[in-house]
């Protein structure tokens, strides 16, 4: 029964179809890679629903993440196992124009379907954790608190910085500092949610209290959503009024502000608990992170697949293990070499480092064109020069503008807001540049290169 589902009959016969109409497709495993993604999607979807919303911490973040790396990593080296044992190249000889790109295109599915399985757990806990704080109204709840946490100070002497420096007790803008320094709801709820914690709104809510009356109300409502959630205070509403005038003055009590403390402490805890998975898991809401994981990562990792695929298994593990050797040392060099960015050396120090490092290796392994063999050396500074060359473009764009920065900063020439817009703008024409170079190389570049390479007797 469960090898059946692990292995249903439409997934042989979609095989058997794809092998005989369309081998391009049926070599890239793209309908194995999806069938799997699924299964595992479901499983860990599943195990993401029975967990509960509490358990997340930095430790089982932690563990999580080593695990689902662990099963990415496996699932990309089944992948590639498949994927050299069948080589399109070396089986179906060499394609007609364009039909590369599509061999790119299928790989590059595969690669974000087996590398989206980790961020299956994050998506399901951000919903449960969206419906909780709309099930239970707890937007509504966290503004009451936002509002009304001025009337239940911490510290006399941390609330006055919060307002103009005149040493009177006597103005809401003191009071209104205190919940200022407590916000309930995560930030990037805030930013999602416009219902939750917008200031203006807060601010006037809290200004329209006024008189005794009111500000029982107020101090009631906040000492009942505590006592919903369990939270008592010791003092009583009138005992907590009694501190207050109807201008909202605040006489300082030390024995109050101490009670205080951890009663804020507590519920915060537990309001902010559905919180926390856009704590731990916000990041999937920025663009930045898209760009990185499909953009970045993804692009780099596929270049690399299709610069080895002509090569044995054993000898690509060997070859990205020692390209991460490199990257480490290299990263020591740097960390070493640019500690001060205070001064021009890192927009000197960077260009030359790359375009040292291209240079070297394309001097080394351009022999392997006046040569009748090549050597495993030879090879691997190639395919190292090519992986470099689609990032060259970018590297130089990046190092350019962050010394114009600098120039500007230091020559007082531009507001802040312009330099972070030129920044943005310049970073993202030069990695869609990258992207466009490295779609390009592969039919016109990549392919033929590594076929005529590959045509040489091994030394």
């Known amino acids: 029964m469960l090898k059946k589902i692990i292995f249903p009959d439409f997934l042989a016969k979609l095989d058997r179809r794809l092998l005989l109409s369309s081998p391009l497709l049926w070599s890239s495993r793209l309908h194995h890679v999806a069938w799997f993604t699924l299964l595992a999607a479901l499983f860990i979807a599943g195990v993401s629903m029975i967990l509960p919303l509490r358990i997340l911490s930095y430790d089982f973040i932690g563990f999580y993440w080593m695990m689902v ?18 080589n399109n190249t070396k089986q179906y000889g060499n394609r007609t124009l364009g039909r590369e ?42 503004n009451i608190l936002n509002v009304n946490s001025g ?27 205190a919940s200022a320094q407590m916000y309930y709801g995560n930030y990037t709820y805030r930013t999602l949610n416009k219902k939750l914690f917008d200031y203006d709104t807060i601010s006037a809510r809290f200004y329209r209290i006024s008189g005794k009356a009111e500000i ?143 240079l070297f290796l394309l001097v080394v392994s351009i022999r392997i064109f006046s040569a009748k063999y090549y050597s495993a050396i030879e090879a691997y500074c190639l395919f190292l020069f090519n992986i470099l060359l689609p990032l060259l473009p970018f590297v130089l764009t990046v190092c350019y503008v962050e010394y114009q920065i600098y120039e500007f900063r230091h020559n007082n020439t531009l507001e802040e807001h312009w330099i972070y817009y030129t920044r943005y703008t310049f970073y993202n024409s030069a990695h869609i540049a990258t992207l466009l170079v490295f779609v390009l190389l592969q039919q016109l570049y990549f392919k033929p290169l590594y076929e005529r390479l590959w045509a040489l007797p091994k030394k």
């Open 101 to 142: 790109w599509l061999n790119l295109l299928y790989h590059y599915c595969s690669l974000v379907l087996i590398s989206s399985v980790i961020f299956i757990l994050p998506f399901v806990f951000l919903w449960r954790a969206h419906h909780k704080i709309e099930q239970s109204n707890l937007v509504e709840k966290v």
């Open 69 to 86: 790396s662990l099963i990415m990593i496996a699932g990309l080296i089944i992948w590639f196992v498949y994927l050299f044992r069948h």
């Open 151 to 177: 009337f239940f100070p911490e510290n006399e002497y941390s609330i006055r910085s919060f307002y103009e420096s005149d040493d009177s007790m006597q103005t809401g803008v003191v009071l209104y500092g």
């Open 216 to 358: 029982k109300t107020a101090i009631a409502q906040y000492l009942d959503v505590a006592k919903k959630e369990g939270i008592t205070h010791s003092y009583s509403v009138d005992e907590i009024a009694a501190l207050y005038d109807d201008t909202l003055g605040y006489q300082p009590s030390g024995n109050f502000e101490v009670a205080n403390m951890q009663f804020n402490s507590q519920i915060k805890d537990v309001i902010d608990q559905p919180f926390d998975a856009f704590d731990y898991f916000g990041f999937v809401f920025e663009k930045l992170f898209f760009n990185v994981w499909l953009l970045i990562f993804l692009p780099i990792l596929l270049l690399a697949i299709s610069m080895f695929r002509n090569l044995s298994l054993k000898f690509f593990l060997i070859a990205i293990g020692v390209t991460i050797v490199l990257v480490i040392i290299n990263a020591v060099i740097l960390g070493i070499t640019l500690d001060d960015s205070s001064n021009l050396t890192p927009y000197i120090v960077l260009p030359v480092f790359f375009i040292g490092w291209a």
